[in-house]
C-alpha cells in the first residue's frame, strides 16, 4: 500500500519559469488536499480538489497557482512565472469519497522549490 | 487570528531531560481535532497523535504524553527522558469542519527541539 506521492522531492527554477508538482494520492482516494509551508512557518491550506472538480481554492494565492486533479492521472499544482517567494515546500494529502470528519490525513513527503 | 500558537520557537535541552512543548488553539466549534506532527531534518511530516474535541483523556505512549485541556484550549506534549533522536520541528495542528464538509488543518508555526547529547 503505498502511501501518498509526491515528485518530485527538490524542484530548482529560475525566476520567470514554471513549476508544476505532481501529487498522486494513496490508491482508492479520490480527494486531494494541497498546503504550502513557507520558510520558518507551519503548513497553510491551498486548495482542495476531487476528481476533475476544484472545491476549495480559498488558500490559493490569485494569480500564478492553479491546481487540478484530472480524471486519470495525478494532481498538479502549477506555478506560473516563479518568484523567489514562491520558495517553499508543498506537501499534499489525500483522503477517499466520504471520508469521516475524523479522517486523519497522511501527508506525502512534500516538494522542495527553490526559486533562484 | 491565529487559530493555532505554538509560542516556544526553540527550545534546546541535553539528553535524557524532559520536555513539553506548548500549543494553544482557537476555535468555535464543538466538533474538531487537534494533531501533532513531527518534522525530522529529511523533512517528511510524520503523524504522531489525533484527539477529538470530546475527548479530554490524557494520552501515553512510549516517552510521549499529551495533555489536552478544553478549559485552557490546550494540548500540550511532553517527552521524557529525550533522545538525540527527538531532535525535530513539532507541529501542533487543529483540524476543524469547513463549508465544504472537508476536514480543512491550520497549523501552528511550529517547536523547533534541540536534543544534545
Known amino acids: 500500500n503505498a502511501g501518498v506521492m509526491q515528485n518530485p522531492r527538490h524542484l530548482v527554477r529560475r525566476r520567470g519559469q514554471e513549476a508544476r508538482l505532481r501529487c498522486s494520492p494513496m490508491?482508492?482516494?479520490?480527494?486531494v488536499y494541497w498546503y504550502r509551508q513557507l520558510p520558518e512557518e507551519g503548513l497553510k491550506f491551498m486548495v482542495y480538489?476531487?476528481?476533475?472538480?476544484?472545491?476549495?481554492e480559498s488558500g490559493m494565492p490569485k494569480e500564478r497557482f492553479s491546481a487540478e486533479f484530472p480524471k486519470e492521472g495525478p494532481s498538479i499544482l502549477r506555478i506560473q512565472q516563479v518568484v523567489r517567494g514562491d520558495s517553499a515546500a508543498y506537501f499534499c494529502?489525500?483522503?477517499?469519497?466520504?471520508?469521516?470528519?475524523?479522517?486523519?490525513?497522511?501527508f506525502g513527503s512534500g516538494t522542495r522549490l527553490t526559486v533562484v | 487570528a491565529q487559530k493555532v500558537t505554538q509560542a516556544q520557537t526553540e527550545i534546546s535541552v541535553v539528553e535524557k531531560e524532559d520536555v513539553t512543548l506548548d500549543c494553544v488553539y482557537e476555535?468555535?466549534?464543538?466538533?474538531?481535532?487537534l494533531f501533532w506532527y513531527k518534522q525530522p531534518p529529511s523533512g517528511e511530516l510524520v503523524f504522531l497523535i489525533r484527539?477529538?474535541?470530546?475527548?479530554?483523556q490524557n494520552e501515553i505512549s512510549g516517552r510521549y504524553s499529551w495533555n489536552f485541556q478544553k478549559s485552557t484550549s490546550s494540548f500540550n506534549f511532553t517527552i521524557t527522558a529525550s533522545q538525540v533522536v527527538d531532535s525535530a520541528v513539532y507541529f501542533c495542528?487543529?483540524?476543524?469542519?469547513?463549508?465544504?464538509?472537508?476536514?480543512?488543518?491550520?497549523f501552528g508555526s511550529g517547536t523547533k527541539l534541540n536534543v544534545k547529547p
Open positions: 494529502a489525500s483522503s477517499p469519497p466520504a471520508a469521516p470528519l475524523s479522517y486523519g490525513y497522511t
Open positions: 490508491k482508492g482516494h479520490s480527494h
Open positions: 480538489l476531487q476528481k476533475e472538480n476544484i472545491i476549495d
Open positions: 476555535t468555535r466549534d464543538t466538533t474538531y481535532y
Open positions: 484527539r477529538n474535541s470530546f475527548d479530554e
Open positions: 495542528a487543529l483540524s476543524e469542519p469547513s463549508f465544504y464538509n472537508f476536514n480543512k488543518f491550520y
